[in-house]
Structures are given as C-alpha cells and as structure tokens.
C-alpha cells in the first residue's frame, strides 16, 4: 500500500478483484466521492487510486490505495468509470508476444 501521511484520515475501503482471459477488473466502493475527487495514474508499474470525499456531510475522508500490475496489463488502455459510488477500474490484458530469436555461435 501507498504510504499514507500522518495528518490525513483514510478510510479502510474493500475492493474486489477479478481476472478473465480479457482483462484485470478492480471495483472499489467510494460513496461520496466524486470523479473531480478522484486520482487515478501508473506509476513504477503500480496502479495508484486516491480519492478525497465527504462521508454523510460530517466529515472529510481520504482513500490511497494501489496495486502492483501484472506483467500482461495494458496500461496505456486502463479505463476507470465511477457510478454510484462504485469506482471500476478496468485494465486490459495484452496477449505476450512470443519471439524466438536464432543465435549464431561464432
């Protein structure tokens, strides 16, 4: 997990993470959030999500959380879609290219 700062609450949020042949899917739950709230990039091959939102009108959360990508992920295709306070990120898979390369003994 991201290192979190000490002066910032952050909520414990469950997601849930399932894998086809297709693509990677990651749906975290983030009520009260909005996609202006929202920050979303790859960094270091890690998926980064953090969100700052209001919980009930009573308080300010934050949410950080990221994801070591697999070696097959597309990441320049990654789509992220936030609908009614479920974030669902979406990370294609990338078929591996399988090359054979000769080598010449001299």
């Not at 700062?5 to 952050?10: A, G, I, V």
């Not at 959380?65 to 936030?82: F, G, H, K, M, Y």
């Amino acid at each position: 997990n991201s290192a979190v700062e000490s002066d910032l609450r952050y909520v414990n949020t469950k997601y849930s993470q399932y894998s086809s042949a297709d693509a990677y899917t990651i749906e975290v739950p983030l009520v009260g959030v909005t996609k202006e709230d929202l920050s979303i990039a790859v960094e270091n091959n890690r998926l980064l999500v953090k969100a700052k939102g209001s919980v009930k009108s009573r308080f300010t959360s934050n949410f950080a959380q990221d994801w070591l990508l697999a070696e097959d992920a597309d990441v320049s295709a990654i789509n992220a879609n936030l609908s009614n306070g479920l974030l669902t990120l979406t990370v294609p898979r990338v078929k591996p290219v399988q090359r054979t390369v000769n080598i010449t003994v001299n």
